[in-house]
């Protein structure tokens, strides 16, 4: 990441449409809890330094009240356990009903998997390929021990508005804390993409405080959260922090008409 210059955005602009974007895509039945947790929220955000991070999240994620599906190329590098998870895949994601499709191009090139909220008794479909291929598809608990092997999320959890609403929920949870410091990078870069960058920095680790640092990047263009960035609080004094969790969304194609059956293993450009 390139960052050209450090901007700060005043607590009157912050409180501006503080709640924009509030209406959060809930599962039916969690609408009233969601307002009530919001409300909640934004009581404790007069005049925190959270406040704006919370409102550009916010405006992020209400970009999806256009978006009815989109495409892009995912890139996942994340820490699971002790090993370093390097993923990129061509992605597929139906908002309503949430539906994701997924195909691996590096490693295990070709692999499918296919994700429908409320189908398939909630299981993922998948399958390998080379020797893997053999077993054909295979329908597992997304938040079974196999499907979540390489992953420090379920497939339940993936796509550009579920990353941003977690952040969200994170940084609202973080009112309460003391000592977070907030710094805000409107030039910054993830190769030709133009960003705005929000950073959140817990300095001391506390009770609550699950992330030493936070780094929510907003294209400039599109308005969509395109990546996150999340960091280990650092072991000892003056040692650099470990990245635990980074997730990248490029050559994003939105209201690209997909249909039930880019997320159907009879597709018969899938490999299934």
Not at 104 to 122: H, M, Q, S, T, W
Not at 124 to 134: E, I, N, S
Request: hydrophobic share 40%.
């Amino acid at each position: 990441m390139n960052f050209l210059s450090d901007a700060g955005i005043s607590r009157r602009d912050a409180l501006t449409g503080l709640l924009a974007g509030a209406a959060l895509a809930v599962p039916s039945g969690r609408l009233l809890q969601a307002e009530t947790r919001i409300a909640a929220a934004s009581k404790l955000e007069k005049g925190h330094e959270l406040a704006p991070a919370l409102q550009m999240g916010r405006d992020a994620d209400s970009v999806f009240g256009k978006i009815e599906d989109y495409t892009a190329t995912f890139h996942k590098d994340e820490v699971v356990g002790k090993r370093r998870i390097r993923q990129e895949m061509l992605i597929k994601v139906r908002e309503n009903t949430f539906s994701v499709y997924l195909k691996f191009l590096k490693p295990d090139a070709g692999r499918e998997v296919i994700y429908i909220d409320g189908k398939n008794d909630g299981n993922l479909q998948t399958h390998g390929t080379g020797l893997g291929a053999v077993v054909g598809t295979l329908n597992l608990d997304p938040k079974g021990s196999l499907a979540m092997e390489d992953s420090r999320y379920p497939v339940t959890l993936i796509g550009m508005r579920k990353m941003v609403q977690k952040v969200i929920t994170q940084w609202e949870s973080e009112l309460t804390i003391s000592g977070i410091r907030v710094n805000f990078y409107p030039s910054a870069k993830i190769g030709s993409l133009e960003c705005r960058v929000v950073q959140t920095t817990h300095d001391t680790e506390q009770t609550g405080a699950r992330f030493h640092m936070t780094r929510l990047y907003v294209s400039k263009d599109s308005g969509l959260p395109v990546r996150v960035e999340q960091f280990a609080f650092p072991s000892k004094a003056g040692a650099k922090p470990i990245m635990l969790e980074q997730y990248t969304y490029l050559d994003i194609k939105t209201n690209a008409g997909l249909t039930s059956i880019d997320f159907d293993i009879d597709n018969p450009k899938y490999d299934y």
